[in-house]
């Protein structure tokens, strides 16, 4: 399974930043933090952490483009087909809080579709990867989506909003209806780490609105390799700049998806 050189490139990225991220906790009381807009926060943290990826990077490949969460898109003039999506910590509030429940999430996009993705929480040492065609990986052992089919025997995952509270009913209407009809929901603080969740089936799936296309594109390819489904709320593929997403093992999604687009209120 690593012996595929991009992974083998990423899983080198996400190590060198996880170490760096675990040696930085000891010094979280120090940290400055930035709120970028209402509860989105960043730290020095974030920023020097996309560096150390994006050097292992371009290192290797300098030809390919780069987008990563805290200083945008850099292509070096190149028009290569290989795009790096990197989200550098996905649970930045957890971090700042010396939770221990964050990631590193990247994924590597050729011609816009993603061919390899590496998941890594540092803290836990769970490594997730995927590479198209070959499955999805947690620690070296192949990974799978949950079988089950009766939501009354779920768990799903979200994430509370903080954004966007124009949707908050809508929301709310989802929440109640699957607190009702699952065995619970899940709100973790790091949606990159909930779609590895659903991915190796530990959840069943997960919805959540308004994400950013860096914190779900590597987890979509772990869920897709795992046998998964993900979509938006419409049912299809198409993300815009704001990514509402249902996830899910395929009957799950299937039913997740239906109580969405049933309620009274919609999230328009
Ligand atoms: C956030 C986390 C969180 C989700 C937020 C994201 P960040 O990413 O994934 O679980 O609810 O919408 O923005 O800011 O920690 O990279
Ligand atoms: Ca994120
Ligand atoms: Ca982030």
């Avoid at 000891?26 to 960043?42: G, Y």
């Avoid at 052992?141 to 799903?156: A, D, H, Y």
């Avoid at 069943?204 to 046998?227: P, R, S």
């Amino acid at each position: 399974m690593n012996n595929e050189p991009l992974l083998n490139i990423g899983i080198k990225a996400a190590r060198k930043a996880g170490n760096f991220l675990i040696r930085s906790i000891d010094k979280l009381k120090n940290i400055k933090v930035l709120e970028k807009s209402t509860n989105d926060f960043v730290s020095i943290i974030d920023q020097e952490t996309e560096k150390i990826i994006k050097d292992v990077v371009l290192n290797a490949y300098p030809e390919h483009v780069f987008l990563g969460e805290e200083f945008g898109i850099s292509t070096n003039n190149s028009k290569s087909e290989f795009k790096w999506i990197v989200d550098p910590i996905d649970g930045t509030t957890n971090f700042l809080h010396g939770i221990s429940h964050f990631c590193i999430s990247i994924a590597v996009t050729k011609n816009d579709k993603t061919v390899a993705s590496i998941i890594y929480n540092p803290y836990d040492n769970l490594l997730f990867t995927s590479y198209s065609g070959k499955g999805s990986y947690c620690n070296d052992r192949r990974i799978r989506v949950s079988t089950r089919q009766n939501l009354m025997n779920c768990l799903i995952g979200t994430g509370l909003p903080f954004r966007e509270n124009d949707k908050i009913d809508a929301y709310l209407e989802t929440t109640k209806f699957l607190m009702l009809n699952t065995s619970g929901l899940r709100r973790s603080g790091s949606a990159a780490l909930d779609l590895a969740d659903v991915a190796r089936g530990i959840i069943d799936g997960a919805w959540y609105y308004g994400l950013k296309i860096w914190d779900v594109a590597a987890g979509f390819h772990l869920i897709q390799e795992a046998g998964g489904i993900i979509s938006n709320f419409e049912g299809d593929n198409n993300f815009d700049q704001e990514c509402n997403i249902v996830v899910g093992n395929p009957y799950i999604h299937a039913k997740l998806l239906s109580c969405i687009n049933s309620q009274k209120i919609q999230y328009q």
